[in-house]
């Protein structure tokens, strides 16, 4: 008697735990959820084919935010800039000869750096062809703020596809099983 009462103790403990442990993981209205290596997608729109396009993922944690998103895009694309070149980035260029999609898999060494630096979040700054007005935050077509708070993104998450266009990066979560 003493031993099934033992084993049924011990399987409520465990199932505790295990719920417990469950409910921590999962996404709380207005807490923060876990940071995450989310893989992301970076393709051309058709429309700037044969173009030149420059786009920098740059990680930056929570202090760093306001910064970026008030930091002049015109400054950063011009050669030579301090804050573009201390930044901890993962740089892809797209020319008329190169194809039009690549991706920055959640394994790519880029991710332990951003992760030393507790970042939150990825900037995609890109260098769009024509003129563009400086503008705060993701107003400016060059530049979109990603989370990486997975409870960001719709349950089943698993990549976020980024299209750049004329108009500015575009950005759609992938879902999966």
Same mark, same amino acid.
């Given at each position: 008697?003493k031993?099934?009462?033992?084993?049924?103790?011990?399987?409520?403990?465990?199932?505790?735990?295990?719920?417990?442990?469950?409910?921590?993981?999962?996404?709380?209205?207005?807490?923060?959820?876990?940071?995450?290596?989310?893989?992301?997608?970076?393709?051309?729109a058709?429309?700037?084919?044969?173009?030149s396009?420059?786009?920098?993922?740059?990680?930056?944690?929570?202090?760093?935010?306001?910064?970026?998103?008030?930091?002049?895009?015109?400054?950063?694309?011009?050669?030579?800039?301090?804050?573009?070149?201390?930044?901890?980035?993962?740089?892809?260029?797209?020319? @008329?000869?190169? *194809?039009?999609?690549?991706? #920055?898999?959640?394994?790519?060494?880029? !991710? %332990?750096?951003? =992760?030393? +630096?507790?970042?939150?979040?990825?900037?995609?700054?890109?260098?769009?062809?024509?003129?563009?007005?400086?503008?705060?935050? @993701?107003?400016? *077509?060059?530049?979109?703020l #990603?989370?990486?708070?997975?409870?960001? !993104? %719709?349950?089943? =998450?698993? +990549?976020?596809?980024?299209?750049?266009?004329?108009?500015?990066?575009?950005?759609?979560?992938?879902?999966?099983?």
């Amino acid at each position: 008697m003493k031993k099934i009462f033992v084993s049924l103790l011990s399987a409520v403990l465990l199932a505790s735990v295990v719920l417990g442990v469950a409910g921590c993981a999962a996404c709380k209205p207005g807490k923060p959820g876990p940071i995450t290596n989310i893989p992301l997608q970076i393709a051309l729109a058709s429309s700037l084919e044969g173009k030149s396009v420059t786009v920098d993922l740059v990680g930056v944690n929570k202090p760093g935010r306001e910064r970026w998103e008030a930091y002049s895009m015109t400054k950063y694309w011009k050669d030579g800039d301090p804050f573009r070149a201390t930044a901890v980035k993962k740089t892809f260029n797209f020319t @008329s000869t190169s *194809a039009l999609s690549t991706n #920055l898999p959640a394994t790519d060494a880029v !991710w %332990p750096k951003w =992760t030393s +630096q507790a970042a939150a979040y990825v900037f995609v700054l890109v260098d769009l062809p024509g003129a563009h007005p400086d503008q705060i935050g @993701s107003l400016d *077509a060059r530049r979109q703020l #990603l989370s990486l708070d997975l409870c960001d !993104w %719709p349950p089943g =998450t698993k +990549q976020l596809k980024i299209v750049i266009t004329e108009g500015g990066p575009q950005v759609t979560p992938v879902l999966g099983k």
